[in-house]
């Protein structure tokens, strides 16, 4: 029984955090810089996994209670030039959980695109390395 409950608790622990999808914009749909499916794990560095590693959007959400706020939407989480909102499909920050977003999700609002080029060359980030020693 005790091996069961530890059981429980270890998935508990390491279980994502699906609903934070459900209150950003487009939070199903998030657009992928890396390949042709949505990124799914939004607030991480690996599209697919909820690793440790938080990308900056994730800090940002995470430092505003969870909730989508007009200063979450307005800011560039990731450095890139283009707000949140811009990158999720709500360029004018009018988006409320529930509703659909003014456009699909064009950007990813936590890893700087275009990655390794342009304003983003500096980011330590490359598509497909998802470990702690590659993310800057």
């Given at each position: 029984m005790i091996k069961l409950v530890i059981c429980l608790f270890g998935l508990l622990a390491v279980s994502s955090h699906p609903y934070y999808r459900d209150v950003i914009p487009n939070g199903y749909a998030v657009f992928n810089p890396c390949g042709a499916s949505y990124w799914e794990a939004v607030g991480h560095y690996d599209p697919n996994h909820h690793t440790i590693d938080k990308n900056p959007f994730a800090q940002a959400f995470a430092a505003g209670g969870h909730v989508w706020t007009a200063a979450l939407c307005n800011a560039d989480s990731d450095g890139d030039g283009t707000s949140n909102g811009a990158e999720l499909g709500d360029p004018n920050c009018v988006w409320t959980?529930?509703?659909?977003?003014?456009?699909?999700?064009?950007?990813?609002?936590?890893?700087?695109?275009?990655?390794?080029?342009?304003?983003?060359?500096?980011?330590?980030?490359?598509?497909?390395?998802?470990?702690?020693?590659?993310?800057?």
């Open positions: 959980a529930g509703a659909t977003p003014e456009r699909s999700s064009t950007g990813h609002p936590g890893i700087c695109e275009p990655v390794g080029s342009g304003p983003c060359a500096s980011v330590a980030f490359r598509c497909g390395c998802h470990g702690h020693s590659c993310i800057g």
